[in-house]
């Protein structure tokens, strides 16, 4: 029995010899992992934990978690990627807390709320080498992003994951992201043959356009400090900026030491006296410095700097802030400044050079601009200020573009009204068009419609119209909704009257109404008018001239003539108070828009421009009914006429 069991004992050992090898055969022939298929840009996404977080609520969707996960991208390619950025299609609500080795490509400072996907850009790291160049140096080849952040409504087992990721450089293409397992997924992105590449150099990518663009030219380097120019270039045929702020993140512990042709918003060191750079630069004198904050705010200097030698002396600088279209005057649509900035461990090396990063940019009444990440171009050349007929290069070169965009919880700031000759009512500002409190108290309700107005009621500040309103919603047998409605809150509004309408041509009258504190120099407007502005004639007491935009001649562009270019403020000493107001008439030839409708329609503004903020438009348009019925009985009466006549006629025995 035992002789049995040992020989048994001898033949399991036969066969576990066996196996082992080819079993570990197998493990050397299973498939190759998903980065080495690739040939390409390999992006992946690992979710790695989560846990819930306080409060703890009822509604499962709206419960909190924290989530970890890692997003990698690895060139695998032939050719650098330069300024990589990747797109992660977040769909749970997620507010993203951290992300190492990268910003938001938007310019968004984190925290954000990213819960409909956002964009990744490096930083430091903004391109990734080949193996080829780097003899497979992952660490060069590859970036790896450390994520931290909040979603909603997705608890464990569930594994929140993006819905895709994708690179978004140009010239390549990602297809659809695919699953590895429930937490992770990977995607391989390849050049696009197709692709044509605008390549301005090998070394740098080529400089885009946009509706601002932003330059950021190294002009000289020190171990421990660079001089910098900052030039704002406006490109936008109707873009604007009024007392212009802009706003960027250290994100290496510099400080602005000195600057000429603007100047810090705050002029702080409590950073550097308390932090690390006072630590470092200790024979440094922070009382010059002017600024350690790390979000600092810079503003353009006033006329009256353009000359000073300590802090003017610099071309496009010291316009209040001023930014014109490049439409109204090229010489004024650029704004330009020198800043000195110091550098902390371990960037001490006249090559270690890092632009900062999340720029924002706004003004007054003016559009709202969304900037991207700074991205290296060509060094920027200048002309030599010693007179030399030759060009000096910066040192180093970055470009943030920026576009006008308008995010979904942002109002207008200003608005329009119309009338016609055909209808006796004006037809107001919306209800709440720049934005209305979230609790008005039951005063006024923020869904009704406007009330329709008598034409002369424009005038008057709308706390003062309620008379005049109810008068003529009972003269016309207007509904009125009780509470009643709440004004629009804009501190300009545009009327649009619709003035004359005949066989060849029609007219229109267009009065600015300056509801606002704020006077308005150098101002324009423009409107969109998609039938009817090929046949635009004169302006008269405006200058107005026909503008492309996106190609399409459609809109009318209008300024004040010499004298009349000044939009004043509201005046509160009278009473009623009366608005600052600019007016004038257009006219058109229907020669080159036939079968247009005036009345109907086409005589109206689609878009309207107030500073190169779009306004709020009324939702319905003066109906021509009155018009209608008054021209129909005009003819029925001449009808009439004849047919008397000619029964005269028949009649010879009447005595006329």
Excluded at 111 to 124: C, R
Excluded at 358 to 365: A, E, H, R, S, V
Excluded at 384 to 403: E, I, T
Aim: glycine content about 6%; overall charge neutral; proline content about 7%.
């Amino acid at each position: 029995m035992a002789f049995h069991k040992l020989r048994f004992l001898v033949f399991f050992l036969f066969l576990f010899a066996i196996c082992v090898p080819i079993s570990i055969n197998a493990q050397n022939q299973a498939p190759a992992p998903a980065p080495d298929a690739c040939n390409g840009i390999f992006l992946s996404y690992l979710y790695i934990k989560g846990s819930r977080l306080h409060p703890i609520v009822t509604n499962p969707s709206l419960q909190p978690y924290r989530f970890e996960s890692t997003l990698r991208i690895l060139n695998n390619g032939l050719e650098d990627l330069k300024s990589w950025k990747v797109f992660v299609g977040f769909p749970h609500n997620e507010v993203l807390v951290s992300a190492s080795n990268a910003v938001l490509a938007d310019g968004t400072s984190l925290p954000a709320s990213v819960g409909n996907g956002t964009f990744f850009a490096g930083f430091p790291t903004t391109d990734l080498k080949t193996a080829v160049e780097t003899a497979g140096d992952i660490n060069q080849m590859q970036v790896l992003i450390q994520l931290i952040g909040t979603q909603f409504g997705v608890k464990d087992p569930s594994v929140p994951m993006p819905s895709n990721i994708s690179l978004v450089n140009d010239g390549f293409y990602c297809p659809r992201s695919t699953m590895q397992g429930t937490n992770e997924m990977h995607v391989c992105c390849t050049k696009d043959p197709t692709f044509k590449a605008n390549v301005t150099s090998e070394e740098f990518l080529p400089r885009q356009s946009g509706d601002l663009t932003i330059t950021y030219d190294v002009t000289s380097s020190y171990d421990t400090n660079y001089w910098a120019q900052v030039a704002i270039s406006n490109h936008n045929p109707i873009g604007r900026l009024d007392n212009w702020k802009l706003n960027w993140d250290w994100k290496r512990d510099e400080f602005i030491a000195s600057m000429k042709g603007a100047y810090p918003s705050v002029v702080d060191t409590t950073d550097c006296f308390f932090g690390r750079q006072g630590v470092f630069y200790q024979g440094l004198d922070f009382s010059t410095i002017l600024n350690c904050e790390r979000s600092p705010t810079i503003i353009d200097l006033p006329l009256s700097k353009a000359n000073d030698s300590k802090v003017g002396l610099i071309p496009f600088c010291c316009r209040n802030g001023t930014i014109l279209p490049p439409t109204m005057d090229s010489s004024k649509s650029t704004s330009v400044f020198q800043i000195q900035v110091y550098k902390m461990p371990p960037d001490l090396n006249r090559t270690q050079l890092f632009p900062p990063q999340n720029w924002k940019i706004n003004g007054t009444l003016n559009p709202e601009y969304k900037c991207g990440s700074p991205v290296r171009v060509s060094p920027s050349q200048f002309l030599d200020p010693s007179g030399m007929p030759s060009n000096l290069l910066a040192v180093a070169s970055w470009q943030v573009v920026c576009n006008i965009t308008r995010s979904k919880d942002s109002h207008p700031r200003c608005c329009v009204s119309f009338s016609a000759f055909f209808n006796d009512s004006a037809i107001p500002c919306k209800t709440c068009a720049c934005g209305c409190q979230s609790n008005p108290r039951n005063t006024c309700s923020t869904a009704a419609s406007a009330l329709l107005l008598p034409s002369e009621a424009l005038l008057v500040p709308f706390e003062n119209r309620t008379r005049k309103a109810l008068a003529w919603a009972d003269l016309k047998h207007l509904t009125v909704s009780k509470p009643l409605p709440c004004g629009d809150n804009c501190g300009v509004s545009i009327n649009w009257h619709l003035y004359t309408d005949y066989s060849r041509g029609w007219s229109a009258r267009i009065t600015l109404f300056n509801w606002g504190q704020t006077n308005f120099a150098d101002w324009f407007a423009a409107v969109q008018l998609d039938k009817s502005a090929p046949g635009f004639e004169a302006m008269y007491s405006f200058n107005a001239s026909l503008l492309e935009m996106q190609g399409v001649s459609n809109t009318i562009f209008m300024q004040g003539l010499p004298g009349l270019n000044y939009l004043v403020a509201e005046n509160d000493e009278t009473d009623p108070r009366m608005p600052g107001k600019q007016q004038s008439v257009i006219s058109f030839t229907k020669k080159k828009t036939p079968g247009i409708n005036v009345a109907g329609g086409d005589g109206f503004p689609t878009k309207v421009f107030f500073n190169g903020e779009e306004c709020a438009l009324p939702s319905v348009l003066p109906t021509n009914t009155g018009y209608k019925m008054v021209a129909s009985q005009s003819i029925l009466g001449f009808l009439l006429a004849v047919a008397v006549l000619m029964l005269m006629q028949q009649l010879p025995w009447l005595d006329v």
